[in-house]
């Protein structure tokens, strides 16, 4: 009997391991789905206890109070029993995709030679079937944007969801934004030419600014012209005039926010989104009244300083909010990739240090969508909506009790299951199989 | 007493016979000797520090002190000079200088890393160097020479700064007359010493603080080895290491931390090292005093950041604006803990600001007859020549310097310095004083005119009744030339005068007046200069409190063990007691006295813990905060370090852990070499000295490593020489370690049973530190915390362990550990992991976030470990990961960071739980303790609470308010003129495994 059991174990791994590339996604919505019976976190910070979601076709169709959906008219019930429901999490300027192991750099494709160079599309490079894509969706995230890397303007975003065959399917907003290092006012001196490698004002900082706003002069006074010539930068930055693109401007400290809107105004550049914002709380007045969201750090690091308050980290997200600017968060730095499974936990850790916790899930759907500008189809549990959403045991901000169950991205029921979890289930089988 | 007298005699004609030029032919005239006394009289004369006379005399010859005091018979054949209402001061010693000495030559970058020595005949090492002799290296420098003789030296100790031994330093008189024959005092006066490698040799090794210190241990015992002639080979540096250990040891230690740090190893072998410090030894005073060492300091102090842009001022560190305001009062700290120290010049960008720091050292409390000895009497003993320098005594070196008054003063001219006898001119000494105040006559009217200042720079100030004329004084040569603008309006028409000075009491001479004619003034004196500026004390800012440590967050008091009553807490006990809802626990003596209900104890403070957590305290196997260094990446195997001796105790992230709720860490060597270095098992006691964190009694431990780090997988091509580079080198290293070890070991043990009789017949084993550490692991007295990954390796070191007859105690990280945790299982080695860290490597491709609790579920004791600063402040979030992946439940889980830890690091006895008679190292949270939504509200290590969070935003706001404090200090400082500096950022470094720093 045993001897029966191992060989089917085995065929089965062996099934599970030809197979193991990368789970397979899952096919288009064939019949209409309804979750009953669920507490749904709508993603605008309102919850509704014992409710229901129906969705057909890849949009949502009901939601309301459990008692009034007609389950009659959808093929598959699912009870939920107490469990929540949310609008998949959405990961701000992440890399997904971009790399598969950080050591190795042949799989590397975060970060492209030049300094402005607008023209280079994160989405071609996007690894739909990285590992480490796949195991974000046991975390219920489910939609990302995927930013590169590096120079001054090291290039232009696009919005994906995570379960799907190729970029091409994956997108959900193609080239959504530009994103920017804004010059640092600080440099490091040279220490293997035995310069202090301590911090220095950085002379040439004015200089590098300038620079990024001739071009972006120049590329309006190209896009206003006739456009002979073939401009790959120019044209890329077309969206930032027109109001189709967003500039995403990654800086910390306070002064240089405020120089950063202003001359993005005088440029005529109509939306920017601040990412970083480490003093941005200096100027949230600012921010709040210019409409200018802030994608806050990472908060599950240090703070930048060993004076700066020992939870800032923590609380800088809450503390925004409390002003008025819209706030999500995100996951770059160290690790960024294989850490953006984390993303309901520094939101989590948003809502222990200041913010209400349907807020705090706010940040990470309905207001991650509207800064990314995908709000008329993702980010909430309403009614004409993608159904991108997850089922989970208890609160999904909490790794004690994010436990999901069920995840669907545009009502296609997908796979939770990873590299990861064949893993587990493979050597737990090896040790269940010696009892 | 006449005894005396027939030996000072003696010893003054030994000293003529040291001046070489007495045999040297001479070609240039004729050869006669020069035998006059030259003698000094009416002075105030300050024989030593301590004994002054008034109207004293001083008598010279042939560069010596022949007599001084007030009865002195000035022979015939002498030359007077009458010092009438001078002073006259013994010159000034720096004992710690490279002077003379060219800055060594930096080695070229080579391509390759280079592991050996570049030399043959020397110690195995480039970076020992104690054969070198400075003097070898050392030609005179007249022009420096001048600036320091201008600031009042005439004796400077110079040595070559280079390397961790230096060698030889050499004492020199600054006498530009004379050649290196008589200059040099003494040519091998002293060995100096430091952590810092030597930038001629590329020699890898060491590669940080802590290999400096064991290397210098290992030069220690092979030197009394290599002494009881058991080499077989010669080592010139061994040699000289025990030629050289009678010489004064000065160690240019530097931090406060590394001043302690070198005084620990002078400890360790009997040793007396003068400590070169940094000018930070009052944040630690109690422990510098504790040395009882003595210290060279410099005083060269911060100049104030430039803070006028707010955004900038953002930018600097607390301790380093604290810097600026503290520092002055570093040489007055020290005096009055009664550490022995001497000034330097050392560190000063430019000589000529010695005084005027020095004066700023007394404005901050600094006592001049201290001031004066650390300046003479004292350096001269420290390089053992109290008995030719430091003091105006007949037989000593005749090095004095003549002032116009008090030295220390702003308005004191320093006119000679004379050094063996030969005057140095700095300020004629026949300048007329011309200060004072006069009633100036020009053109009818009567002015006052006041003269301040320098006698040689004097300033004029013109007023009559309230106005004041803007004027300027020139007077050089006799000659004063006075300008002032009669009007005092806005044009600009000047009265220019001009007179030779002969009776500074009248003075007159012509001019012209503004319109342009010509006319004769006058001045006459009405009232003497009185020097204000020496009894007025120079303007000093308010001090701020030092903290424990001296940084943000840090305590003006060190937190005091008291009884607590924890009341109606939910308990975790990590205990088969499990989670005790509504109980009390009672903390006394630091220990955790009672767990039950209804407590009380009337000396206790009471704590409400209704509806809040009470936990032991978090437990990191695996951390790299408070350590100055991590990794001694020069050789594959570096047992012989270790982090004990680099335990920084004022690293932020100390605090920052206590705010997570974390009470014990293991500080790990890093993983850059299949054999690390020992570890330091520290209670995070914020605020204490790095010794206070270290465990009594500690368990001793040690990292291995294994995989893509220690093949170097990740390091470029430049490293790709050293063994091992592949898995089977890794095994190889291991087996040829230890096979050496239990060689060496065998070898002791036979050579300490041998009767003394054979002992004589035979050589004594070399002492070796590597292979005593190693052979400690051999005897299952040291525990092994390995750095693995995949399953094959792992495998192997369990093997390679198990044929030496030992275990592994611990595989740390062990991300593959879930393929073989039966076979750990059955080894008994614990795992401590990561939660869910992955795919940042190739090696952890396969790592899983369910791997605790599959090794969990076949028997293994697993901890959840951090590796990372940030992490390890969220220890109890990262533990409730293992029951979202792999189910574990709430209370194992709990486990992971507290017990289990604590039993793989030996400490369980003491710490990971809430059981009677443990360490109340404890934490109380507002939530469940594994939830996300959990703030550890208060933390506590032996009854002693050490973060709280309500306290915590109290400093944070006081932080703000001290450093806007300092920010209007350094502004206020900048407008009346001082210097500023630009603000440098020093950025707090992170480590890592794989961080390769020397020190932080």
């Not at chain 2, 525990?783 to 740390?812: G, P, R």
Request: aromatic letters at 8%; proline letters at 4%; glycine letters at 8%.
């Amino acid at each position: 009997m045993k001897s029966i059991r191992s060989i089917i174990t085995s065929l089965t791994l062996l099934l599970a391991l030809t197979l193991s590339a990368q789970q397979t996604p899952a096919p288009a919505q064939q019949e209409a789905v309804l979750i009953t019976g669920v507490t749904t976190h709508i993603g605008n910070g309102e919850v509704i206890e014992n409710s229901a979601v129906g969705f057909a076709e890849g949009k949502i169709n009901f939601v309301g109070p459990a008692s009034e959906a007609e389950s009659g008219s959808y093929g598959k019930v699912i009870e939920g029993n107490g469990r929540h429901l949310y609008p998949g999490f959405i990961a701000v300027n992440s890399t997904l995709g971009l790399v598969e192991i950080d050591a190795v750099r042949a799989t590397d494709d975060i970060e492209e030679v030049g300094g402005i160079i607008p023209h280079v599309r994160s989405l071609i490079a996007y690894n739909a079937e990285s590992k480490v894509v796949e195991s974000m969706r046991p975390n219920g995230v489910l939609m990302a944007q995927i930013a590169p890397r590096g120079g001054r303007v090291p290039g232009t975003s696009s919005v994906v969801q995570l379960d799907a065959w190729n970029w091409e399917d994956a997108a959900l907003k193609v080239d959504d934004a530009i994103h920017m290092d804004w010059p640092s006012r600080y440099t490091r001196g040279r220490w293997w030419l035995g310069e202090d490698p301590g911090l220095k004002p950085n002379d040439k900082y004015r200089e590098q600014v300038d620079e990024v706003f001739t071009f972006m002069k120049e590329a309006k006074a190209y896009l206003a012209g006739p456009q002979q010539e073939i401009n790959l930068p120019y044209q890329a930055v077309k969206g930032l005039f027109d109001g189709s693109q967003k500039l995403y401007i990654n800086v910390d400290d306070s002064k240089s926010i405020l120089e950063a809107i202003e001359r993005t105004e005088a440029a005529g550049i109509g939306k920017i989104v601040i990412i970083g914002g480490d003093n941005a709380h200096l100027v949230a007045e600012t921010l709040a009244e210019k409409n200018i969201p802030v994608v806050v750090k990472r908060p599950h690091r240090i703070p930048e300083n060993s004076y700066q308050n020992v939870k800032h980290p923590f609380k800088l997200a809450s503390m925004l909010a409390d002003k008025g600017v819209m706030v999500t968060v995100d996951v770059s730095g160290q690790m960024e990739r294989m850490n953006t499974r984390n993303l309901p936990f520094y939101a989590g850790t948003v809502a222990a240090y200041g913010m209400d916790k349907e807020d705090a899930v706010k940040m990470i759907t309905g207001d991650a969508a509207k800064i990314l500008g995908i709000e008329e189809f993702a980010g909430t549990i309403a009614v004409g909506k993608d159904a991108t959403l997850f089922l989970s045991e208890g609160d999904a901000l909490d790794m004690r009790t994010n436990k999901v169950s069920e995840a669907f991205i545009q009502g296609r029921d997908i796979s939770l299951e990873t590299h990861q979890t064949e893993l587990y289930k493979r050597y737990s089988n090896k040790y269940d199989n010696q009892e | 007493m006449r005894m005396k007298m027939w030996l000072s005699a003696l010893i003054i004609c030994c000293g003529q016979f040291l001046f070489a030029q007495e045999y040297f032919p001479k070609n240039d005239g004729v050869k006669s000797r020069n035998n006059n006394y030259t003698a000094f009289t009416n002075a105030k004369i300050y024989l030593t520090p301590d004994e002054v006379i008034e109207n004293g005399t001083l008598l010279i010859q042939n560069g010596k002190v022949v007599a001084a005091g007030t009865n002195v018979e000035v022979p015939e054949n002498s030359m007077t000079i009458d010092l009438t209402g001078k002073s006259v001061y013994p010159s000034f010693v720096d004992i710690f200088t490279d002077f003379g000495i060219d800055k060594p030559k930096r080695a070229e970058r080579s391509n390759q890393p280079q592991y050996d020595a570049s030399r043959e005949g020397y110690y195995w090492n480039d970076h020992i160097m104690p054969e070198k002799n400075g003097v070898d290296h050392f030609s005179y420098d007249a022009k420096k020479a001048k600036s320091y003789l201008k600031s009042g030296f005439g004796v400077l100790n110079t040595h070559v700064p280079d390397g961790i031994m230096r060698g030889t330093g050499l004492v020199v008189s600054l006498n530009d007359e004379a050649t290196n024959n008589e200059r040099i005092l003494n040519q091998e006066s002293s060995q100096f010493l430091s952590f810092e490698k030597s930038v001629a040799s590329n020699q890898s090794y060491p590669t940080s603080l802590m290999g400096a210190m064991a290397l210098l241990r290992q030069v220690y015992h092979d030197a009394a080895w290599y002494a009881g002639g058991n080499a077989e080979v010669r080592d010139l540096s061994l040699e000289a290491v025990n030629a050289n250990r009678n010489l004064p040891q000065i160690f240019d230690a530097g931090d406060k931390l590394n001043t302690l740090r070198a005084h620990k190893i002078a400890d360790e072998f009997g040793i007396n090292y003068i400590l070169k410090g940094e000018g930070n030894e009052f944040e630690r005073i109690e422990e510098v005093a504790a040395t009882g060492a003595a210290y060279i300091i410099p005083i060269a102090f911060p100049d104030a950041y430039d803070v006028t842009d707010p955004a900038m001022a953002e930018k600097i560190s607390l301790s380093d604006m604290r810097m600026w305001n503290q520092a002055p009062t570093n040489p007055a700290v020290l005096a009055g803990n009664g550490v022995p120290f001497t000034l330097t010049t050392s560190g000063l960008k430019n000589i000529d600001d010695f005084h005027s720091n020095l004066r700023k050292a007394i404005a901050y409390g600094l006592d001049e007859t201290e001031a004066l000895r650390a300046l003479t009497t004292r350096p001269a003993e420290l390089v053992g020549m109290g008995d030719q320098i430091g003091m105006l005594k007949p037989g000593y070196y005749a090095n004095f310097i003549i002032s116009s008054g008090d030295v220390f003063s702003e308005n004191t001219t320093l006119f000679e310095n004379w050094v063996q006898g030969k005057k140095h001119v700095i300020n004629s000494m026949d300048v007329v004083d011309i200060r004072g105040d006069y009633d100036l006559k020009v053109n009818g009217s009567t002015y006052t005119l006041k003269i301040t200042g320098k006698i040689e720079s004097p300033k004029a100030e013109i007023t009559k009744g309230e106005t004041t004329y803007a004027s300027k004084l020139d007077y050089k040569n006799d000659w004063i030339n006075l300008f002032f603008d009669p009007e005092a309006d806005d044009t600009a028409a000047f009265t220019r005068l001009s007179a030779r000075i002969t009776d500074p009491l009248g003075i007159s001479g012509n001019g012209v007046s503004a319109s342009g004619k010509s006319l004769n003034w006058s001045a006459s004196r009405t009232a003497a200069f009185e020097d204000k500026a020496s009894e007025k004390a120079m303007e000093t800012m308010p001090v701020m409190p030092v903290t424990y440590p001296n940084r943000a967050y840090g305590n003006k008091e060190l937190p005091k063990q008291q009884s607590y009553l924890f009341k109606n807490a939910t308990v975790w006990t990590s205990e088969d007691a499990g989670i005790l809802e509504n109980t009390d626990v009672l903390v006394k003596n630091g220990k955790i006295s009672a767990i039950g209900t209804d407590l009380s104890d009337s000396g206790a403070i009471v704590i409400d813990a209704t509806g809040k957590h009470l936990t032991a305290g978090i437990i990191d196997e695996h951390s790299h905060i408070a350590a100055a260094a991590i990794n001694e990446a020069g050789h594959n195997s570096s047992a012989e370090v270790t982090i004990e001796d680099v335990v920084d105790s004022e690293d932020s992230d100390i605090y920052r852990n206590l705010s997570g709720g974390v009470t014990s860490i293991q500080i790990l060597h890093g993983s850059a070499n299949p054999i690390g270095g020992r570890s330091a098992i520290i209670k995070l006691k914020w605020g204490e000295s790095p010794e206070e964190l270290i465990y009594e009694n500690s368990p001793k431990f040690i990292k291995f490593a294994l995989g893509e780090n220690v093949k170097q997988s990740n390091w470029g091509s430049f490293a790709t020489i050293r063994f091992p580079q592949t898995r089977m080198g890794v095994e190889q290293v291991f087996k040829d370690y230890f096979s050496r070890a239990r060689a060496y070991h065998d070898e002791w043990e036979t050579w300490n049973n041998m009767s003394r009789r054979e002992k004589e017949r035979n050589s004594k084993p070399r002492y070796d530190l590597e292979m005593e550490t190693l052979a400690e692991i051999l005897n299952k007295e040291r525990f092994i915390s390995c750095h693995s990954y995949v399953q094959s390796e792992i495998n192997m070191l369990m093997k390679v362990a198990e044929s030496f007859d030992f275990n592994v105690n611990t595989f740390t990280h062990i991300l593959e550990g879930y393929k073989v945790a039966d076979k750990m299982a059955e080894h008994g080695v614990g795992g401590s992991t990561f939660s869910d860290w992955w795919a940042y490597k190739y090696e952890v491709k396969d790592a899983i976030p369910y791997n605790a609790a599959i090794m969990h579920n076949q028997g293994v004791t697993v901890a959840i470990n951090s590796d990372d600063a940030e992490m390890s402040r969220r220890l109890n979030q990262e533990a409730a990961k293992t029951v979202k992946y792999g189910d574990m439940s709430e209370e194992e889980a709990w486990k992971f960071v507290t017990i289990n830890p604590a039993k793989l690091l030996h400490i369980d006895d003491r710490v990971g739980s809430i059981k009677e008679g443990k360490d109340a190292d404890l934490v109380l949270w507002s939530d469940h303790p594994l939830s996300i939504y959990a703030v550890a509200e208060k933390t506590m290590i032996e009854g002693t609470v050490y973060y709280d969070y309500e306290e915590m935003q109290q400093r944070h706001e006081e932080v703000e308010k001290e450093r806007n404090e300092l920010v209007n200090m350094m502004i206020s400082a900048k407008n009346k003129g001082m210097k500023t500096q630009a603000p440098e950022i020093k950025e707090e470094e992170e480590f890592h495994c794989n961080t390769l720093i020397y020190q932080k």
